[in-house]
């Protein structure tokens, strides 16, 4: 006996509605800004910044070591005057790098 093929197939006659419309926002974007969910696709630039990992000051310079043919390098805080290999590192979003050089109050060549 073949029969009852074609009436299983109507499932839901409701269509789904998003959840960015049921919570009011204008588009999806605007939904995945408010829930904090980022867009994969959109890469956002980050940026690498070195900092002292003795008082914590992002102004710490390249200084080579003698050594010749090997140039080594190492990190010094003009600050506290630290020296080291082991500098910390820390990567900022570019909203956080523009603040960062603000606070810095160095121009941007
Ligand atoms: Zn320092």
């Known amino acids: ?20 419309i049921k919570e009011g926002y204008d588009s999806p974007a605007e939904y995945a800004k408010a829930k904090g969910i980022k867009n994969k696709k959109e890469k956002g ?5 070195r ?7 992002y102004d710490v310079g390249v200084v080579l070591t003698g050594e010749e043919g090997k140039g080594a390098k190492e990190w010094e805080c003009k ?3 630290w020296k080291g290999k ?4 820390e990567e900022l979003s570019e909203e956080q790098f523009m603040k960062y050089l603000d606070e810095k109050g160095e121009e941007v060549a």
């Open 1 to 20: 006996m073949i029969m009852g093929g074609l009436r299983n197939k109507m499932g839901k006659s409701k269509l789904a509605t998003p959840d960015w």
């Open 45 to 49: 630039k980050t940026f690498k910044i």
């Open 51 to 57: 900092k002292c990992p003795k008082c914590g000051s």
């Open 79 to 81: 600050k506290c005057k």
């Open 86 to 89: 082991d500098v910390e590192e």
